[in-house]
């Protein structure tokens, strides 16, 4: 059984499209590009960890500095939350609209979107929060809490997105 593992290729391992309908995921392998899928190449591990040690400085920071009194919205985490969602969405349109996502934009996207953005949100911690928040009697809020992180978070993401399309609109246009 091994003997036949290892004589297999990595395409039969690892199918490219399984879903032709949907838009092909832009770290599957591709015919020619890389040998092994990216999340299994120790420097795109070392650009998303390094992108995400930051990520978690800097979302530890805001926490910091907006810690609240328990009973009340925590600012720092849906501030954080909702910054990110605008930065990634600007991140990724102005990302989109200089090229192709392969070699630099594609670390770029990787230690900043999927690193430093994935570490600065913290969705695990909102449901924490939620939580705890509802445990100890304050289910209102916590209701509010999650509406406004989660449709906040949307909102903020389109605004990104607007705003990159707008900048890049404007530059291309001098």
Same mark, same amino acid.
């Given at each position: 059984?091994?003997?036949?593992l290892k004589h297999k290729t990595l395409t039969t391992l690892f199918p490219r499209d399984s879903h032709p309908?949907?838009? $092909?995921?832009p770290d599957a392998l591709r015919p020619g590009t890389y040998k092994w899928p990216l999340h299994f190449m120790p420097g795109i591990q070392l650009v998303v960890f390094? @992108?995400?040690c930051f990520g978690t400085l800097a979302r530890y920071? #805001?926490?910091?500095? $907006?810690?609240?009194?328990?009973g009340t #919205?925590?600012?720092?985490?849906? $501030?954080?939350?909702?910054l990110g969602a605008f930065l990634l969405g600007a991140l990724l349109e102005?990302?989109?609209?200089?090229?192709?996502?392969?070699?630099?934009?594609q670390l770029v996207r990787l230690?900043? @979107?999927?690193?430093?953005?994935?570490?600065?949100?913290?969705?695990?911690? $909102?449901?924490?929060? #939620?939580?705890?928040?509802?445990?100890?009697?304050?289910?209102?809020?916590?209701?509010l809490y999650a509406i406004l992180s989660v449709a906040g978070g949307m909102v903020c993401c389109?605004?990104? #997105?607007?705003?990159?399309?707008q900048y890049h609109s404007q530059r291309s246009t001098k």
């Amino acid at each position: 059984m091994v003997e036949k593992l290892k004589h297999k290729t990595l395409t039969t391992l690892f199918p490219r499209d399984s879903h032709p309908e949907l838009p $092909l995921d832009p770290d599957a392998l591709r015919p020619g590009t890389y040998k092994w899928p990216l999340h299994f190449m120790p420097g795109i591990q070392l650009v998303v960890f390094f @992108g995400g040690c930051f990520g978690t400085l800097a979302r530890y920071a #805001i926490g910091d500095w $907006l810690s609240g009194r328990p009973g009340t #919205i925590p600012y720092g985490t849906l $501030l954080g939350n909702l910054l990110g969602a605008f930065l990634l969405g600007a991140l990724l349109e102005s990302l989109a609209r200089r090229g192709e996502d392969r070699g630099k934009r594609q670390l770029v996207r990787l230690g900043l @979107g999927t690193g430093f953005m994935g570490a600065f949100t913290t969705y695990s911690t $909102l449901a924490v929060e #939620i939580s705890l928040l509802t445990r100890h009697g304050h289910s209102a809020l916590a209701l509010l809490y999650a509406i406004l992180s989660v449709a906040g978070g949307m909102v903020c993401c389109a605004a990104g #997105i607007h705003f990159a399309e707008q900048y890049h609109s404007q530059r291309s246009t001098k």
